[in-house]
């Protein structure tokens, strides 16, 4: 068993930054990869970037040259720093981990972006 727990979301001004942690615990493998996404009010959940335990990273066009994803892999922790908030960067943020052909989820968190 697996469990993510996220933590880092808040509120922020346009044009500021916030680092979101994803901690995961439990039966993790060597290979894996873990990675964000973020579902909007009213809007499908969109992928933002993914990472690898080899630290090969991939971002989404848009927050892409914004928003950096990287790994620890002693503590089985993913971050994606965020900067350069944007009010279209509200959303819930959640990560997963995928591994052995299965996903695990965290439980989501609030990044509002407002004046």
């Known amino acids: 068993q697996v469990q993510l727990v996220e933590s880092g979301g808040g509120l922020v001004q346009p044009g500021g930054s916030l680092r979101l942690s994803c901690a995961a615990s439990?039966?993790?493998?060597?290979?894996?990869?873990m990675g964000w996404y973020r579902q909007a009010p009213g809007k499908q959940r969109e992928w933002v970037a993914a990472?690898?335990?080899?630290?090969?990273?991939k971002y989404a066009d848009s927050i892409k040259g914004r928003f950096t994803i990287s790994i620890d892999n002693g503590k089985n922790t993913v971050y994606l720093q965020m900067n350069s908030l944007k009010p279209d960067d509200t959303a819930v943020y959640s990560c997963?981990?995928?591994?052995?052909?299965?996903?695990?989820w965290g439980q989501g968190n609030q990044v509002n972006v407002s004046s």
């Open positions: 997963n981990l995928a591994q052995d052909g299965k996903i695990y």
């Open positions: 990472i690898t335990s080899a630290g090969s990273t």
């Open positions: 439990g039966s993790i493998f060597r290979n894996n990869a």
